[in-house]
C-alpha cells in the first residue's frame, strides 16, 4: 500500500492543532513544491467558489481555514501517489477512476447538507477516498484490473462482483485498509469499508449512505 507524502503527514499532523499557525504550516507545506502547486490548483477549482483567485500558499491558508484546507491536502496528496507512480498503459483508466473519485467527493457535502450531517468536509474526503482501492488494485495489477473495468463497461458484472471473483477481495477491503494506514478516523474506514453494503456499518451507516449516494 502507498504512503501518503512525508509533508502531507506532517501538515496532517500539525493540524490536529487548531491553533497552529499558517507560518508553520507554510513552512512544512512549502517543502513539497508538488503538494503547493496541487493546494493551489485545487483552492482555485469551482468546489470552492472564492471571489478571488488563491496565487500564493500563504494566502490559501488563511482564507481556506484548517477544516478545508486538511480536505485539499488529502486531494492533493492523493493525485501525487497514484499519478507520479502511472505505468504506461493504464493512464486512461486512472484519469476515469480519479474522475469519479473527485466527482464524489464534490457531491458528498451536498448530500450532507440534505441529509444534516454536519461534517461537510468529512463527507468531501469520505466522497473523494471511497474508491481507492481501485486505484490501488490498477497500480499494482494494471492489465488484470483494466480487464475488470472493460468487464464492467460490457455489463458483465459490479466492480465488487467481479473483484472478489478475480481477487478474493473488494476495492472496499483494499480502500479501508489504506485509510487505516493513512490513521485516518474510524468512520471514514468504516464508510469506505461498506458503502456498497450499508446494513453492514456497524456504527457510521450515515456517513457510508451520504458516500454510497455521492
Not at 17 to 40: F, N
Request: one cysteine or more; charged letters at 20%; glycine letters at 6%.
Amino acid at each position: 500500500l502507498p504512503s501518503l507524502p512525508a509533508s502531507a503527514v506532517e501538515a496532517l499532523r500539525l493540524m490536529e492543532d487548531r491553533e497552529v499557525s499558517a507560518d508553520r504550516l507554510q513552512r512544512v507545506i512549502g517543502k513539497d513544491q508538488s503538494l503547493a502547486a496541487q493546494i493551489l490548483k485545487f483552492s482555485n477549482s469551482a468546489m470552492y467558489c472564492l471571489q478571488r483567485q488563491v496565487s500564493t500558499l500563504s494566502h490559501a491558508i488563511a482564507i481556506l481555514g484548517l477544516d478545508t484546507l486538511r480536505s485539499i491536502i488529502v486531494a492533493a496528496s492523493i493525485r501525487t501517489v497514484f499519478y507520479s507512480g502511472r505505468k504506461a498503459g493504464h493512464s486512461l483508466p486512472l484519469h476515469l477512476l480519479w474522475q469519479h473519485a473527485w466527482g464524489a467527493g464534490v457531491a458528498a457535502p451536498v448530500v450532507a447538507r440534505h441529509a444534516r450531517y454536519r461534517d461537510t468536509d468529512e463527507a468531501f474526503t469520505c466522497g473523494l477516498m471511497h474508491d481507492l482501492g481501485k486505484l490501488v488494485m490498477l497500480s499494482k495489477h494494471a492489465p488484470a484490473y483494466v480487464e475488470i473495468i472493460r468487464g464492467v463497461e460490457r455489463g458483465e458484472g459490479r466492480f465488487h462482483d467481479l473483484e472478489q471473483a478475480n481477487f478474493g477481495y473488494s476495492h472496499a477491503q483494499v480502500g479501508a485498509l489504506l485509510a487505516t494506514k493513512w490513521s485516518f478516523p474510524q468512520q471514514l474506514v468504516e464508510a469506505i469499508l461498506h458503502h456498497h453494503d450499508l446494513a453492514a456499518a456497524p456504527e457510521y451507516s450515515k456517513l457510508a449512505a451520504i458516500t454510497d449516494v455521492a
